[in-house]
């Protein structure tokens, strides 16, 4: 009883994510920096979905899901950046509520986790256009184009309130120093001080159920495009196929490289902090770099560039 009464007049109501911390000066063009990417990431990704909703050679299941994804990582990069850069500014002394930590968190996941499923859904998409051509416009209509986009979000949704839930439960009585970048799981686990097992055993479990299937999902897809394209007889054929892929593919490559990279290296210490800086990663190079992989890659999205911006002059004109 003593014990318990101890423990609720320690318990910590604020974080300090120390990431930042030492890093004199440097201080001033990492925050230069990332204020950069930030700026680029929301402008590249709102600038996509404006072209996606105003340019009618756009409308197609290939470029709602463009469009929706970049809507996803509009927030994924709101959700950390910010915050981030408000750390920087206090040198890594800035404290953040125990709440708005889980929050953190929760949106982290739950836009992770959306991800995956989107991108198996794109790549679903183009595994029907490539080698199902005839039946496309049967297969990919507009109703299960928005299924597959509604599914993807109910689907977060879902597996990071059970996390969410069972985080609400952790009672944290102090240290309150992550030496983190943002609020991620292992790191408040850490500082948890009632047990962990159980939501270690569940978060384990739920990630594997939530990241593989769309994983193998998006591999099966693209062994099957693959290999129907290298079995087309024409080279311009395979060219036209494989461009329209291609964009798609890289960033996949890129969203499941930078998670296996983190996520398959040992947890020691010594790897700690060569883990907080692959995090960035993840966190705020994705989303950066979709966004201009299609705009500098994808033909159509290039074309559908010069056309808003003719129309704009056009309009000034007048
Ligand atoms: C998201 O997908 C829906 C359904 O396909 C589509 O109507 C909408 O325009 C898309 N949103 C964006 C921002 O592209």
Redesign the pocket.
């Known amino acids: 009883m003593a014990e318990r009464e101890q423990e609720n007049q320690t318990e910590v109501t604020e974080f300090h994510l120390t990431g930042f911390v030492g890093l004199g000066d440097l201080q001033v063009p990492l925050f230069c920096l990332f204020l950069l990417i930030y700026l680029v990431t929301m402008a590249g990704n709102i600038l996509?979905?404006l072209l996606?909703?105003i340019d009618p050679h756009l409308?197609t299941?290939m470029?709602?899901?463009?469009?929706?994804l970049?809507?996803l990582e509009t927030c994924y990069s709101s959700n950390i950046l910010p915050m981030m850069l408000a750390n920087l500014l206090y040198g890594g002394w800035r404290t953040i509520s125990v709440t708005g930590c889980l929050m953190q968190h929760y949106f982290f996941g739950l836009l992770a986790a959306s991800e995956c499923c989107l991108l198996a859904a794109m790549s679903y998409d183009r595994y029907v256009a490539i080698c199902k051509p005839l039946h496309y416009t049967i297969l990919m209509n507009?109703r299960v184009?928005?299924q597959l986009?509604a599914g993807s979000w109910i689907n977060g949704l879902f597996i990071m309130s059970i996390v969410l839930y069972l985080m609400c439960q952790l009672k944290f009585c102090g240290p309150s120093e992550i030496n983190h970048l943002f609020c991620e799981l292992n790191p408040i686990l850490k500082l948890a001080c009632s047990d962990t097992y159980l939501i270690e055993l569940i978060t384990i479990l739920i990630s594997v159920a939530c990241i593989l299937p769309p994983f193998f999902l998006t591999l099966a897809s693209y062994i099957y495009i693959i290999s129907n394209i290298m079995r087309m007889a024409s080279v311009n054929g395979r060219k036209r196929a494989f461009s329209t892929c291609s964009s798609h593919l890289m960033v996949v490559s890129i969203f499941y490289g930078t998670i296996m990279v983190v996520y398959v290296l040992p947890k020691t210490d010594g790897l700690r902090e060569i883990n907080k800086v692959l995090s960035l990663f993840y966190t705020i190079l994705t989303p950066l770099f979709n966004p201009l992989i299609y705009s500098l890659r994808n033909r159509e999205v290039k074309e559908a560039h010069r056309r808003v911006v003719a129309k704009l002059f056009k309009f000034e004109k007048n």
């Open positions: 996509i979905i996606v909703v409308h299941p470029y709602f899901f463009l469009g929706n970049s809507y507009n184009c928005l986009i």
